[in-house]
């Protein structure tokens, strides 16, 4: 039985080699899709502004606000940021903002 | 102890990033904030009804879910964790299992109001050890936003479209919080995303450690159907809190409790202007449904404030 990983797993294996059922063995392999070219605009902060109150990590629809060791919110992920603008929204100090996404 | 969004936000994410829900999207920030209330060392088993969420999260060979996942049915979401569930208990029973698991369902307001709605009923009154989430988007959003008996009164949706004929939704929201806790269940509550995020997550904490079945019905907006720009989310689950027109209360063992108050409480208006599908009740000969909708709301409010002894 097959038990291939979805980063094996594409337009050139055959019926064959797919797993059986269409079950999927690992856990978070979404994280090998790329969703940030979906976007027209992108989000930069601005890290002086920045307070670290952290409201903007957990309004993220894409995990896109990766939380640092230290417990800081680091730089946007860009590949999975769809652009929606709902961080730049809820910042209360103004360190989003959202400008077009030149690619 | 008491919440910290700064160590809440430590714990590993247990939804990932590459689900192809779209821009700006409530439901998204409902799971990942449920499923961050687990505590790390638990295992997880979700299961979703077919739904915006279940299509985006697990497109084969992709899954945005680190826990175990199964989907079946629109309509057996509910029947579907129980049967896990169960399988848990017996396996735990015989010694086969030793980690512990925790069953979480979740389902748009169409496979939970409607569709998936005995389903939901049955698992509740057989009393699993599990949560059911609800995340309420008012409408079909997936196929395309055609009316469920979540949509609210005088929405325009594609099956329920504004014009010459109708208002908008004939009917009213369906109160489905309410149903749940008559279902005895020693947990429901009904909550969206505020702020820290200290309700929801202090909600899908003690809905999933509180022992046997709980109901958890979470608001989450969805841009392209209620139509309001993606980046207005908070501003719109402010509001509709702010307005009483989606309360934040919880019902624990069938006694109710207010989670929250609106220091001043907005007229409905406020809310009805800032989305698309609600932009004819403002136009001018059309000022009985706002005042239809107020009432209907304070009617509501009140007794809610009856029932968790607030008046």
Known sequence: MSNLKAKDINETITWKEITLGCSVFEGGSAELVNTGDWRTIKPVIDME??????????????????????????????????GCGICAKVCPFDAITMIKDEK | MSYNLKEELKKEERFTGGHRMCAGCGSPIAVRTVLRALNPEDKAVVCSATSCLEVSSFMYPFTAWKDSFIHNAFENAGATISGVETAYKALKKRGKIDDTYKFIAFGGDGGTYDIGFQSLSGAMERGHDMVYVCYDNEAYMNTGIQRSSSTPHFA????????????????????????????????VAQTTFMGNFKDISEKAHKAIYTPGAAFLNVMAPCPRGWRYETEELMTITKLAVDTCVWPLYEVIDGKYFLSYKPKTKLPVEDYLKAQGRFSH????????????MQEEVNRHWIDLLVLCGEK
């Open chain 1, 49 to 82: 502004k920045c307070k670290q109150c952290m409201l903007c990590v957990p309004v993220c629809p894409d995990m896109s606000i990766p939380v640092e060791e230290d417990g800081r919110r680091g730089e946007f992920n860009l590949f999975f940021c769809k």
């Open chain 2, 156 to 187: 325009d949706t594609t099956t329920s479209p504004v014009g010459a004929v109708i208002p908008g939704k004939l009917q009213k929201k369906k109160d489905l919080t309410k149903i749940m806790v008559a279902h005895n269940v020693p947990y």
């Open chain 2, 281 to 292: 009740m403002l136009k001018p000969g059309n000022e009985w449904m706002v005042e239809k």
